[in-house]
Nanobody, 115 residues
């Protein structure tokens, strides 16, 4: 009942910035939290950041201080501002909507950090 579309990925140099967007549609009122995950080749998908409907925010230690998650409720959009990007941030980034029931996932957007 929730559809998610990520955008904003691309190629950036080390130290650069990107802002990812996640547009949600469907049963928006059922969403309890929004999160960003990423998956690099050969690695497990990992939580990057999460924001609850109450405004509580969690970050992975690896991105804390560099990434910022935020929501624009009027636009039904969740953002991930990524600053001071490192090559190890290269991954496919996925948006997820967390409901009382099963989670819903976007298709992912590729982020590549390279010189």
């Amino acid at each position: 009942q929730v559809q998610l579309v990520e955008s904003g990925g691309g190629l950036v140099q080390p130290g650069g910035s990107l802002r990812l967007s996640c547009a949600a549609s469907g049963s928006i009122s059922s969403i309890r939290a929004m999160g960003w995950y990423r998956q690099a080749p050969g690695k497990q998908r990992e939580l990057v950041a999460r924001i609850t409907s109450a405004g509580n925010i969690n970050y992975a230690d690896s991105v804390k201080g560099r990434f910022t998650i935020s929501r624009d409720n009027a636009k039904n959009t969740t953002y991930l501002q990524m600053d001071s990007l490192k090559p190890e941030d290269t991954a496919v980034y996925y948006c997820t909507a967390i409901l009382l029931g099963p989670n819903y996932w976007g298709q992912g957007t590729q982020v590549t950090v390279s010189s």
